[in-house]
């Protein structure tokens, strides 16, 4: 079979705004690679928008967990894999220990030799830091815009929405639950008792996968499905249709800064 190879593709949200980061051109790009160099493919996996950041993406955790069945894992670049220089050692101090290599194409580096190793630790940091210097740049314009701006302040697809020209619009199907959840809540059941009721009827969650207890955490401390919107510790309205009520949601989470009795009426 020769040497089985792990292939790993990712794209955050401001990665695909980019050119030659699409999942597709990466999968090609690293297909390409394990023919001219004789690796079978062990596997693709998959995220699509999440950072790299943090290690807490579903894809990655995959193949992680699935490491007896390749022998090296793939990436076309190295902020690919990670963009946290801790997260990158820990990662490599567990392919070290369970006798599984890394490469990455673009970078031209692997473990095989010492220099491969030290280089990519140097790599590693710099990207790490121009993923800060960005960050750090984001936050501030995004705090200006919850501060002064209209329009709606990022994240993926909520449940219980969907985007139509930038706009968030009710989807009424996944509404019906998010207040479900809500009056299941208030009548004393617990967030794994609600994720097996929304199992057993086959509702699905997000993207149509199962629910659980932190998907129904979600959902009771999103302040989004009150009509309003949040970054950091700014508050406003937003410009889309509520699915709860404001007194339902301070219930669940408590007051709510600034909040009056007007804003408490019932979403319909």
Same mark, same amino acid.
């Given at each position: 079979?020769?040497?089985?190879?792990?292939?790993?593709?990712?794209?955050?949200?401001?990665?695909?705004?980019?050119?030659?980061?699409?999942?597709?051109?990466?999968?090609?790009?690293?297909?390409?690679?394990?023919?001219?160099?004789?690796?079978?493919?062990? +596997?693709?996996?998959?995220?699509?928008?999440?950072?790299?950041?943090?290690?807490?993406?579903?894809?990655?955790?995959?193949?992680?967990?699935?490491?007896?069945?390749?022998?090296?894992?793939?990436?076309?670049?190295m902020d690919r894999i990670?963009?946290?220089?801790?997260?990158?050692?820990?990662?490599?101090?567990?392919?070290?220990?369970? +006798?599984?290599?890394?490469?990455?194409?673009?970078?031209?580096?692997?473990?095989?030799?010492?220099?491969?190793?030290?280089?990519?630790?140097?790599?590693?940091?710099?990207?790490?830091?121009?993923?800060?210097?960005?960050?750090?740049?984001?936050?501030?314009?995004?705090?200006?815009?919850?501060?002064?701006?209209?329009?709606?302040?990022?994240?993926?697809?909520?449940?219980?929405?969907?985007?139509?020209?930038?706009?968030?619009?009710?989807?009424?199907?996944?509404?019906?639950?998010?207040?479900?959840?809500y009056r299941m809540h208030?009548?004393?059941?617990?967030?794994?008792?609600?994720?097996?009721?929304?199992?057993?009827?086959?509702?699905?969650?997000?993207?149509?996968?199962?629910?659980?207890?932190?998907?129904?955490?979600?959902?009771?401390?999103?302040?989004?499905?009150?009509?309003?919107?949040?970054?950091?510790?700014?508050?406003?309205? +937003?410009?889309?249709?509520?699915?709860?009520?404001?007194?339902?949601?301070?219930?669940?989470?408590?007051?709510?800064?600034?909040?009056?009795?007007?804003?408490?009426?019932?979403?319909?």
């Amino acid at each position: 079979m020769g040497i089985r190879a792990a292939l790993y593709t990712r794209v955050s949200t401001e990665d695909q705004a980019k050119d030659g980061f699409s999942l597709d051109a990466q999968k090609k790009f690293l297909l390409e690679h394990c023919v001219s160099r004789g690796l079978t493919p062990a +596997g693709i996996y998959v995220d699509e928008g999440y950072s790299g950041r943090s290690v807490d993406r579903p894809a990655y955790q995959e193949m992680m967990a699935a490491m007896d069945q390749w022998d090296v894992l793939l990436v076309l670049k190295m902020d690919r894999i990670h963009r946290n220089s801790m997260n990158f050692t820990l990662m490599m101090n567990h392919l070290r220990e369970n +006798g599984k290599d890394f490469t990455s194409t673009r970078d031209k580096f692997d473990t095989s030799t010492a220099i491969g190793r030290f280089v990519m630790d140097i790599i590693q940091r710099i990207a790490q830091l121009e993923s800060e210097q960005i960050g750090e740049r984001v936050k501030i314009g995004m705090e200006q815009k919850a501060r002064t701006g209209t329009g709606h302040l990022g994240s993926g697809h909520p449940y219980g929405y969907y985007y139509d020209n930038g706009k968030l619009e009710v989807d009424l199907d996944e509404a019906l639950t998010v207040r479900a959840i809500y009056r299941m809540h208030s009548k004393g059941s617990s967030l794994n008792d609600i994720a097996k009721i929304l199992n057993d009827a086959n509702i699905p969650a997000k993207k149509g996968g199962q629910w659980n207890k932190q998907s129904v955490h979600k959902i009771l401390h999103n302040l989004l499905y009150t009509g309003y919107m949040k970054w950091d510790t700014v508050v406003r309205p +937003g410009e889309h249709t509520p699915i709860i009520s404001l007194q339902d949601y301070e219930e669940v989470n408590g007051p709510l800064p600034g909040s009056t009795d007007d804003e408490n009426s019932a979403a319909s």
